[in-house]
């Protein structure tokens, strides 16, 4: 009797320690499952910084302009810019065009004008047939092309990208922002951007504490306009702190009729001059005319503050990363 209740014993306490075995084991596996699953998930690649934001970009935009809205597919690969402005902008961000207007093109842009990128016709007159024959994604306009709108959006989407001179700053960086948008290149933008604003400030800066006056006068074939506040030049006075000699300079797209007698009564202390003949007839010849008798007894004259300014930035683009640096940069030398 004894010897058989030691084996129900033994029976009894091996079975336990089956079950218990089987237990630890179900355990295990469980443990080893959610391991392998958690490694399974940490181990798969995560989207980089710029998938992600491929990701994110959406593929069309509405841009609102002065002209209209113009609803425009993002990334566009084949772009028509009439701008000089806008394409100096690209430029900068490193987007390329496909087809620009070929005559006039400002000296640091003249890389378009190789064979490689298709002649869109002129600032004034754009070349319609061939325009749609590139079949374009794109087009990019300003003031000059403008009357041309209502034609252009028949081919192809298109925007007006001119700069709101009486809120030049605002515009312009609006502008940046949109081409940055359409191209994927806020970061870019921004950096430089960025780097505009720090020299507009240090500009400004010098021009308000010097206290200077100064007149803008655009020179074409020996005839003078002058121009203030708000006009296509006015970035001088507002937003880099010189003040107008006369306040009361009307804003008009070709300036307001002026004389020499005119540049000596108001005797500014700077005298800007935009010459047009440098970048129209290719002869650059405003100093011949400006330095005459009348203006040599002007402070500007006999204190060296004669600014012959780049037509190239100042009268073909303007309104781009690239024109609005230099342009800031040379009212920045003028001062020192």
């Known amino acids: 009797m004894k010897k058989i209740f030691s084996l129900a014993a033994i029976i009894l306490v091996f079975a336990m320690v089956l ?20 490694a399974t998930e940490s181990s798969s690649p995560s989207p980089s910084p710029s998938e992600a934001s491929e990701a994110a ?3 069309e935009i509405v841009v609102k302009h002065e002209l209209g809205e113009t609803t425009v597919k993002t990334n566009p690969s084949k772009v028509v810019v009439f701008d000089f402005g806008s394409l100096d902008t690209l430029d900068k961000l490193g987007v390329e065009v496909a087809s620009i207007p070929q005559g006039n093109v400002p000296a640091y842009l003249e890389k378009y004008k190789d064979a490689k990128y298709v002649n869109a016709g002129t600032l004034q007159e754009p070349d319609f047939e061939t325009i749609d024959g590139i079949e374009p ?11 041309h709108y209502d034609a252009l959006t028949e081919i192809a989407p298109t925007i007006f990208m001119g700069v709101d001179t009486k809120n ?4 312009f960086k609006k502008n940046v922002n949109t081409l940055a948008e359409i191209f994927g290149k806020q970061a870019e933008a921004e950096a430089a951007l960025a780097e505009v604003e720090a020299s507009v400030k240090a500009v400004n800066e010098k021009a308000t504490g010097a206290g200077s006056n100064g007149l803008i006068i655009l ?18 006075h507002d937003v880099l702190g010189i003040t107008p000699v006369d306040p009361s300079i009307q804003v008009d797209t070709h300036g307001n009729e002026a004389s020499f007698e005119f540049v000596a009564e108001k005797n500014p202390d700077y005298l800007f001059v935009v010459d047009r003949n440098a970048v129209v007839g290719g002869n650059a010849t405003a100093k011949d005319s400006i330095e005459n008798d009348l203006v040599k007894n002007t402070n500007a004259f006999k204190d060296g503050n004669i600014v ?3 037509p190239q930035y100042w009268y073909l683009s303007g309104g781009g990363l690239i024109s609005v640096s230099e342009m800031v940069a040379e009212i920045g030398a003028a001062l020192e």
């Open 308 to 310: 012959y300014l780049d």
């Open 219 to 236: 020179s074409n074939e020996g005839k003078i306009s002058a121009f203030g506040s708000g006009s296509r030049f006015g970035i001088i």
């Open 168 to 171: 030049y700053m605002e515009s």
């Open 19 to 38: 079950a218990a075995c089987g237990g630890n084991s179900g355990n295990n596996a469980g443990s080893n499952n959610a391991s392998g699953a958690a």
């Open 57 to 59: 970009a959406p593929a």
């Open 137 to 147: 994604d794109l087009i990019i306009i300003s003031g000059r092309q403008s009357a």
